[in-house]
């Protein structure tokens, strides 16, 4: 159906067109066309239309806002009487943004939900301004546009502010106007770096969405305890301000038995934990955990103490998709998150893992979802290490790797990808190959193959050679090399060497050269 914008489906049966104020029903063949006014439709059917406009408008919307139900109620008189007659069932709300005359709209339009979106960072951006010919007064102007929707404190139902470093008097305002209390508040997200004492007057009991950007809120726990219907909960860019100890994190969020999504980044490490041994040699251990039921995405960005302590005090059952970032330390020491994590792991059982090496200060460890298996890590699955060089990087995915139990029965092909900078400590590759005992196949860059051929032919302790000890079940080794034409200059006996090794041990390895663009 077609109607200012508004479409519905047809079949071959029956096509409805609709252009305005004019509908044209297309029946049989054998019937011929009927034409009739849309006004002959009654009140209920054009409900019915309004209604599926609106929620097929929400569902395929790249943005998420307010319908336009304004331009339907500007039709007629009949029209406007049915949507306003329906406020509830048509999701009716008001979007008031940092351009909107909100005063004049709370004026005009009946007492509809607010639906509050400001960003403010252009409107402080002396080059925006003199492109656009805005004036400096115009972030006056959105600020008071701002305090005027914020005002209505029980009608609005969502709130977004996007704003970096504000002025001083703007900052006190927000923070004035945010310390109290929302009843109606279903979602709200904060990017600015704001010093809260208090958010929504510590209480939220409508809360389904909350997003915190930069924000020190030292009081979160207290609000947190008050919204037992929370769904989604980011906490993003936590400045050292905002730390909150990781046993207060975990009893904060057993209050959230609905919460289906969790997200918590740090925007450093944080100085406040103390050493992993002296803290678990003082906690007594946990008898039970409690769970978060329907949590099925988790996020993490930290150092790794402060996720092991909070992952030893709960479960989630229905966990589906994670991505943990470990910022920049020395030793990873993860026993909880490894129990954390095992258990869905251990069923999955993965047999492909990527090792990703990206500059000199970022490495992935992920692995590829199987559609074929129904439960756990079906989507997005990865850890993320920072460090400060490149040998730190790989001694750190070293660590990590070697307590993940799985990892050494279930990888079957292990695949390295890495840019210009990456270790190539031999030694720190053999530490890494040895939490892969069972890989069949391994590829490699061409860039590493003289590192990687000098770690596997490296002595060991006890033994001659490690040809026949490190990745005991590799049969097959590709190395991939630039197609670009580009000529890398390896030497080529170090890998020869290995493979000739393997064949006298009498576990024979077959090697290929694979050759991909950049954009491959």
Known sequence: MQMDGLSMGSNSKNIVVCQRKKLLIQREPSQGLQRVTIGSLPDNVLLDIFDFYQVVIHKHSIHDRPWNWVKLVHVCRRWRYIIFESPIRLNLELLCTEESPVRKLLDVWPPFPLVIRFNFDYLFDTVYCELTGKHPGASIESTDNLIAALERRDRVREIEIDITDPPDDIYEQIVTAMEKPFPALRSLSLKSYLDLKMLLNGSAPSLRDLTLSEISLPSLPQLLSSTSDLTRLSLLDIPDSGYIPPETMATTLSALPKLESLNIQFESPTPHLEPSLERRTRAPPLQTRFILPVLTFLEFQGVSEYLDVLAARFDAPLLDEFMITFLHQPVFDIPQVVRFFSSYLDPFKPSSLTLKFEWSDCAYISFPSDTTHHSAFSQIHSWK????????????????????PSFRSSVKSLIIECGDLV??????????????PAAQSLQIPVALEPSIASALETPT???PTAAAEVLPSLHSLSIVENKSGETVHVQQQPIQSFIAARQRSGRTVAISRVQKSNSD
């Not at 400060?388 to 307590?403: F, M």
């Not at 270790?423 to 892969?436: A, D, K, Y």
């Open 385 to 404: 290490i920072m460090g400060k060089d490149p040998d730190c990087q790989l001694t750190s995915v070293a660590q990590i790797c070697s307590q993940i």
């Open 423 to 436: 270790g190539r400590n031999p030694t720190l590759w053999l530490q890494l190959f040895h939490s892969f």
């Open 461 to 463: 302790e006890g033994s």
